[in-house]
């Protein structure tokens, strides 16, 4: 019935609990205190639905389910993009207390397989749009592999006709405020994608101190231009946050500024969130004239998911007529923000500080020793919504927690004397492809399953609009293209923003003194070369 997680210690949950901090609520009452209100909730498209639209087509949904066997402590393997359906589906699900993994939209077979042999879905709900589904294919190659699977909707086909069924006898069944209401999906830093259990009681947590933080209320109007199913757009405060305070979400498939700037006039947008090279994308496309008009209601632009150059920050006020807000968050927890009252300098230059009193966060040596102010170091943290171990890796958990359960998330940091941390750096195997995450260790084993690569190393290489792009290089027992690299990936299924922007063959990797692949030494050759190219 309940689902295995690693749990805060009883005296955390005590304090949590004393502070107001775990209200012993679901997350369902994000929609279900509003479930009267004939406001507008979301705008897809021409579709809109109120607050008492959405609720009531969720638990239509829930019913339906309900009604095929679904209960409380089954998961479900769920992937749609920015449509309406993914809301009605979240709250469906949290209704009737199944965990959903939410994919990203973007990916492909191995992701969604490495999450379905995980969690053994009971349901599996995606979109005939999405080239996977399109036809029946790799779905019944899917359902011999998981055999848990017992119910199957797809959009633009049979997931209409189960929200539109009669919401007779409903029973809620969310499961328990301190139980996993679904799992978020991590950026990674080894092979298989690991999955992050968050409970209803540190999810709503964050949602409500981000909703106070970012002042988000009735009045808010919020673009959601990134993937929904993304922690950020999710709860910082994103999609969720604007439904706990009652304002409107309007859903974009994409950010660019084509699709954005007329969305953001039409509906008076005044909040949205974005990633580092969609803001340099924004502020070319004002610079290229005309646009500012269309900007006119924005107030506020967050940024976060990779980090923003303090050069970037500083023209976003001037160019887009907006205040900036810099978001540093992770899946696993931990989010820091610059405050709207802060002053611009440290709206530019910083990450922000933790939004809770209670996050602990801490600078660790490569000892696990703790630095003084302004010194970079490991980033620790423990708190109210950050979570104590990923989903079944008890090997993994017993590396990336110390023995007082601080969370090591691999970025490099710096704390001020404020409290305020500016990332300076990253210690994880990971690529940040502006703002999307790649584990090196992942893309390496699909290459290493290439006949002709014997060894293989994707690195990190500077772009000057993605921040980061991934370069793989390999060992290879015969001459390979390029092409043929990335062809080969992309038949093995893997979400094309894990494609090695750049393949290098080498005659051999440079190995540290341990024998390990020396990426700091791959990553110099890539700079080497890219300035002798300028
Ligand atoms: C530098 N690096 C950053 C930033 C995230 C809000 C915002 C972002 C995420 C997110 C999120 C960064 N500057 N401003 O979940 O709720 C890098 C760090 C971090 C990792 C987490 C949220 N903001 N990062 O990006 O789980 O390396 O969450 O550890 O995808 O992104 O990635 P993810």
Known sequence: MTLPYTRWPDDFAVRYREKGYWRDLPLTDILSRHASSDATAL????????????EQAATRLAGALQRRGLKTGDTALVQLGNVAEFYITLFALWKIGVASVNALFSHQRTELDAYASQIAPALLIADREHGLFGDDAWLETLKARTPSLRVIALRNDTLEALIDEPADN??????APDEVAFFQLSGGSTGTPKLIPRTHNDYYYSIRRSVEICRFDSETRYLCALPAAHNYPMSSPGALGVFFGGGC?????????????????????????????????????????????????????????????????????????????QVFGMAEGLVNYTRLDDPDERIFTTQGRPMSPDDEVWVADENGEPLPPGEVGRLMTRGPYTFRGYYNSPEHNARAFDKNGFYCSGDLIAIDEQGYITVKGREKDQINRGGEKIAAEEIENLLLSHEAIVHAALVSMEDSL????????????????????????????????????????VDELPLTAVGKVDKKQLRQWLAARQSASE
């Open 43 to 54: 705008v897809d498209g021409e579709r809109r639905f109120s607050y008492r639209e959405l």
């Open 170 to 175: 409903v029973v809620a069944s969310p499961s």
């Open 249 to 325: 979400v309007v859903l974009a498939s994409d950010p660019s500024a084509t699709l954005c700037f007329p969305l953001i006039e039409q509906h008076q947008i005044n909040v949205t969130a974005l990633v580092p090279p969609a803001v340099s994308l924004w502020l070319q496309a004002v610079g290229e004239g005309g646009a500012d008009a269309q900007l006119a209601s924005l107030k506020l632009l967050q940024v976060g998911g990779a980090r923003l150059s303090d050069s970037l920050a500083a023209r976003i006020p001037a160019e887009l007529g907006c205040q900036l807000q």
């Open 466 to 505: 993605m921040g980061e792009k991934s370069c793989a290089y390999i060992v290879t027992s015969r001459p390979v293209k390029a092409v043929e690299i990335r062809r080969f990936l992309r038949e093995l299924g893997v979400a094309d923003f894990k494609l090695p922007d750049r393949v290098e063959r």
